[in-house]
């Protein structure tokens, strides 16, 4: 019998006490034993000080590992990271999402339009040309796509990425990008498989927004949400007939 986990699940309580890590579908979800990201860390800073910066240890793992990854490699600005989400999930005030743990918005690395490395002023939208301005419309910026796509790479090195949405022509930027570095083709496809404008939002052509995948121990504790991809951990096959199984979820 494959090991699911199936329902809309709630807050650990006395009558759920193993429901813990990420618990729900990030856009219903809370959070159990989540850390905070440091406000500032090796290649990384937080946009905003207001407190939205809990997720699991997956996640603060991921960010500060793909921010110092970047900077190692290409030194400049440091990445500006917006908001996870809060300390113990549910509700934000600026998102449907970042419920559960999982979610991190992520500015894109800037540079000047004669390619000038810059630290992200904020929210700019960028437009398939690799262009945007300021919300006065007094400057202009452009995407960075060597160091964006450097950021993509080394999150792709994490298996347990499942989405890193932006806008459909930012991706074709990234990919592109990717192909004419000679990158492998087994990366590209990854790229192309997680890169995502979503459908149900705005088009995310100002930040990326990247979202975790439930490890397998946390969808046995209440994780829920979105597709596993091939390179991620199978789940297990229980061994255990329906009623034993019964009697553990009872007797835990």
Avoid at 83 to 88: A, H, N, V
Wanted: with cysteine; net charge negative; charged share 25%.
């Amino acid at each position: 019998m494959a090991l699911a986990t199936t329902g809309c699940f709630g807050a650990p309580s006395a009558l759920a006490p193993s429901l813990r890590g990420s618990v729900g579908v990030p856009h219903h979800g809370v959070v159990t034993d989540a850390v905070a990201l440091p406000k500032k860390g090796d290649g990384y800073v937080l946009f905003r000080n207001d407190g939205v910066r809990w997720g699991s240890p997956r996640l603060v793992r991921a960010i500060e590992t793909a921010a110092a990854s970047v900077s190692k490699s290409r030194p400049g600005p440091p990445l500006v990271i917006g908001d996870l989400g809060e300390r113990y999930g549910g509700e934000t005030s600026r998102h449907r999402s970042h419920r559960s743990g999982r979610d991190v918005d992520i500015l894109f690395y800037v540079t000047t339009p004669s390619g000038v490395p810059l630290k992200s002023p904020g929210f700019i939208k960028f437009s398939s040309d690799g262009l945007g301005t300021s919300s006065g419309g007094d400057k202009v910026y452009r995407f960075d796509v060597e160091r964006n796509w450097e950021l993509v790479r080394s999150l792709l090195e994490d298996e347990d990425v499942q989405w890193v949405f932006v806008a459909r022509p930012l991706e074709v930027l990234l990919v592109e990008h990717a192909m004419s570095l000679g990158e492998p083709l087994a990366l590209v496809w990854k790229a192309q498989t997680v890169l995502r404008q979503p459908g149900d939002s705005a088009p995310h052509d100002d930040h990326f927004h990247l979202r975790l995948a439930c490890s397998v121990e946390e969808m046995v504790a209440g994780c829920e949400g979105g597709p596993r991809w091939p390179w991620q951990a199978k789940l297990p096959e229980l061994t255990m007939t329906d009623d034993e199984l019964l009697v553990a979820i009872l007797e835990d």
